[in-house]
């Protein structure tokens, strides 16, 4: 959270390097804007396939509100309010697929500093989660964290990671 996007970057590259090949990257929120700065400006990468959880590429309405007020950027962290709070104008062109998983049920603590869009997953609006290019784009009703725990993202994930689709009747 105290370093540069292009550090952290690096970081994740060189720890996608030291791995045998394919290596797939499974990415939530923040992570997966360090992801896609990795594998879109390192070289030599491994081949494999990126699913992004809650991850707002195109930057993030709670955020800009929280590092708006005084306590927000301690809490927060210098990576997050210089990416996550800012709108971000993007689009995927690296070969590797990717495909985006965002949620709509509308529980968590973006809610409490900004008046979200619907649908969003109660921090990151499903608006925020689009990745043109991306192969594939699913919106399942899950919380921002609970994603995290959530069995039918982790099918969809793996769904992705193995034939670059997810599952067939998916929403």
Partial sequence: MHVTLRAAAQALAERLRSHERPVHVVAHSLGGLIACEALSTQADLPDGRLVLMGSPVRGSQAARAVASRWYGPPMLGPLAVRELARERDIAWRPAREVGVIAGSRSVGMGRMFAELALPNDGT????????????????????????????????????????????????
Avoid: I, N, Y
């Avoid at 009703?141 to 034939?163: I, N, P, Q, Y």
């Fill in 124 to 171: 990151v609006c499903v608006d925020e989660t689009r990745l043109p290019g991306a192969a594939a784009h699913l919106v399942l009703d899950v919380s921002h964290t609970g994603m995290l725990f959530s069995t039918e993202v982790a099918k969809a994930a793996v769904s992705f990671l193995l034939r670059g689709q997810f599952p067939l009747g998916s929403r």
